[in-house]
């Protein structure tokens, strides 16, 4: 498996080349393919991590409640807590595989372990994944080709601006799964049951409808391959708050590193209605 | 159509006899039986709506992020917005058929027009209405007694504790319908489909294990009356956040009078998942 060029996080988001430069200075996760919790735990909910200070929770709350599709809340912690109903035995500053450490919308670290960022002041949130629903989607006979390829799923910031709520503002995040043209239908009616991980795809077909230039170049995660006759389907992402940290660009606040999931005990079904 | 013997409100809630007493003050109301929304805007959402002072805005919209079975949340206002975008021709102030004004838990007024009481510190909710599917019930052929008795929806305070949010903690309120049997499993597909307005049913059959005494006797709306076969079903209730107000006491809010909702222009179908 060869590591995928990356190309600027930032492309649609501000514009300027810093971004690449701090991907540079972390190779390990500039390698790429493969640095992903997708595939790795059947039948659990994943999860999108924010912690942001409490002088910006309730902007980042109604922000979730203004824009349910890529922001799907499963969890939210008092200021200061570090452990999730969700996953009782682990520390939400260590249990995802890497992190990423923002300061006034810069990615600044991303280490494996949030712990000496940590401040008291930090409100965490867990957001739904979509990879929750990928064992569904296997269940139903739809293929998953970055897992079958071993790397992380390809995301891309959209043309799509999501609704603002108080200070923050930033565009869609989607990921995007390649599907044999005859299995659309049923990977759309799999994914519309489970809302809170993102449920039903954003779109279908062609990328240029959301603003997406060239579907092999992701601005995050991997590149992944399609097989004959498969068609890019869309899907909103929680990787959406961290292209609103770089829009909006809060003083201070720690996520993980997309596709790298806080993988929760909660049972994929759990999250799935009907 | 004779006039419902109402119980204190409170039954549940703060055990003591001031509540009843307040209804007394408002005969229109206490008259009970049709003053609801049930039935009368086929085809769109209805919603429960809360009006709350920004210094508990964070507390409300957490408690709604934990108890999303009762508290759907479907719009979000900033602070003094008196529009929202599902009904964007009307005033929140108004355009409910009648509300209720609180005091540090107590209700002190029922007013059909809440405009005198605003405040520019006030935050509006709207919150998904169990209403939203039955239109959906009727189209699978599950009747709706208090529709065809012209009552408003039965509702109880159960002895189920919502998950606390800061300042705010209390029970969860439940609409009640009676099923034919028979028809039992399609109200639960129907509306498990629609996680937005209250979902899935949280029980069915025996009312005790919510710890509701007296099927015959509701806490808010009407008594309604099953036909042979019958059987009660549970659903989570958007009127839960009334019952947080009596338990917890914030200095002021502004809410609709139970089954009393505002109508959006927002379709049912839009709620619908799958």
Not at 82 to 110: C, F, M, N, Q
Not at 117 to 142: K, M, P, Q, Y
Not at 190 to 201: F, I, K, R, Y
Not at 252 to 265: E, K, L, N, R, W
């Amino acid at each position: 498996m060869e590591a995928v060029p990356k190309r600027p996080l930032d492309r649609h988001v501000h514009g300027s080349q810093h971004t690449q430069t701090t991907f540079q200075a972390h190779p390990r996760v500039a390698e790429g393919a493969g640095m992903t919790t997708a595939g790795k735990a059947p039948g659990l909910a994943q999860a999108n991590l924010i912690a942001i200070p409490k002088d910006w929770a309730y902007d980042f709350l109604l922000f979730t409640h203004r824009n349910p599709k890529p922001c799907p809340v499963l969890d939210v912690l008092d200021a200061g807590e570090t452990v999730s109903a969700l996953k009782p035995d682990a520390d939400v500053r260590t249990h995802a595989p890497r992190y990423r450490i923002w300061e006034h919308g810069e990615l600044v670290a991303e280490p494996e372990n949030a712990t000496e960022h940590w401040r008291d002041d930090l409100v965490t949130f867990l957001i739904g994944c979509s990879f929750t629903f990928e064992t569904a989607l296997t269940n139903a006979g739809v293929p998953l080709r970055h897992v079958e390829q071993g790397r992380n799923v390809a995301m891309f910031v959209t043309d799509i601006q999501c609704r603002p709520a108080g200070r923050l503002h930033g565009p869609m995040v989607v990921s995007m799964r390649w599907v044999p043209e005859s299995l659309v239908d049923i990977a759309h009616k799999v994914t519309a049951l489970m809302p809170s991980v993102h449920g039903a795809p954003v779109g279908a077909g062609d990328p240029k409808m959301l603003g997406i230039d060239d579907v092999h170049a992701p601005d995050f995660g991997d590149a992944v391959e399609p097989e004959p006759g498969d068609v890019p389907m869309f899907w909103a992402c929680g990787v959406t708050p961290q292209a609103v940290l770089m829009k909006s660009k809060p003083p201070f606040a720690i996520t993980h590193a997309p596709g790298q999931m806080f993988v929760t005990d909660m049972p994929d079904f759990a999250y799935r209605v009907g």
